[in-house]
Nanobody
Framework: VQLQASGGGLVQAGGSLRLSCTASRRTSSNNAVGWFRQTPGKERKFVAAINWNGGSTDYTDSVKGRFSISRDRARNMVYLQMNSLKPEDTAVYYC?????????????????WGQGTQVTVSS
């Protein structure tokens, strides 16, 4: 499975971005998908996840109410809508496919990763 993340960029604080993640195979439609982010010198951290059919989602506390994850199973696409962005949201964002159908925040449950897309929020 190959993943392609896109949609990152430079935005001012308070602005919005929508990240997209596409998978190369339909296999991903039966698996949960997550977004993670990483800053230089820090470990990769969970941001959001959506289960296999889009019926359940989960977010890290710092993005609740600002970020929204969704998926289009027919197109093998997963999106992360990011609103009210803050400078502390600056990171490389990665999408990943879980080996599970249900939600997980653990990196260990995500064997497939995209290449990452840079999000920079200026103050």
């Amino acid at each position: 499975v190959q993943l392609q993340a896109s949609g990152g960029g430079l935005v001012q604080a308070g602005g919005s971005l929508r990240l997209s993640c596409t998978a190369s195979r339909r296999t991903s439609s039966n698996n949960a998908v997550g977004w993670f982010r990483q800053t230089p010198g820090k470990e990769r951290k969970f941001v959001a996840a959506i289960n296999w059919n889009g019926g359940s989602t989960d977010y890290t506390d710092s993005v609740k109410g600002r970020f929204s994850i969704s998926r289009d199973r027919a197109r093998n696409m997963v999106y992360l809508q990011m609103n009210s962005l803050k400078p502390e949201d600056t990171a490389v964002y990665y999408c990943a496919i879980s080996r599970l159908s249900q939600l997980s925040m653990s990196l260990q449950n995500y064997p497939y990763w995209g290449q990452g897309t840079q999000v920079t929020v200026s103050s």
